[in-house]
């Protein structure tokens, strides 16, 4: 079964993190998540080119909706034109013209309600994934530095690189750093237990949760006086 556009967005927004510290035991986690940004920028293309088709039929159906009222408007002024006239015939057909366009109006109009939904989610979809690639890039350069700050540091300490190091050893050290960036970015526990800043992140989220309950409480207090 193929992956539908909702199942595709939900996926890059949710698991990208999860596949990259994956990835970071295979020591290639730089490859990875520069594909996954990638990846991201092609999903962002591809909802895109859905909205704009969302746009274009909206943009149809509320220009025939628009004709179609007009026109039973008209139909009605003829109607009773025709009535005056003592042409019962020609009212006959108007009014049968009429009762067509009153009963595709509802179709129409739900069909316009419809798109409307589908460009808000559209939209949403983008402003998600736009936010998602700006953590993925801000990540994959903080991986970038911490990479180039570790070899620094190593350099300096021994002299040179480890002799003999193996594909593990790499992966180790590569993994260390990103734990850090995982557990910055999604405040989640790393592959490699407790990071620094866990306590002002835990800090962080007593203060949001304090602040919403706050919100509340004034709302209720509005609400009896």
Known sequence: MSETLTQRVGRLIAGSFHSLVDAVENAAPESVMAQAVRE????????RSDLGTVEAQRHLTAKRLTEESSRHETLGEQA????????????????????????????????????????????????????????????LEDYRRAMEQ?????????????????????????????????????GLSGTRGAHADAAQLAELETLSRDNRVAERLAQLKAGKR
Not at 40 to 47: E, P, Q, S
Not at 100 to 119: C, F, K, N, T, W
């Open 40 to 47: 991201i920028d092609t999903a962002i293309a591809d909802v």
């Open 150 to 186: 570790r070899a620094s540091s190593t350099a300096t300490s021994t002299g040179s690189s480890r002799p003999g190091e193996s594909v593990h050893d790499r992966a180790d050290r590569a993994g260390a750093a990103f734990d850090r960036i995982f557990q910055r970015q999604t």
């Open 80 to 139: 009773a034109f025709a009535v005056e006239q003592g042409r019962e015939d020609l009212a006959h057909a108007a009014l049968g013209r009429q009762i067509d366009i009153e009963a595709q109006l509802p179709v129409l109009e739900s069909r316009l309600a419809a798109l409307a939904e589908d460009r808000t989610r559209l939209e949403g979809y983008i402003t998600a994934l736009q936010a998602k690639r700006r953590e993925m890039n801000e990540a």
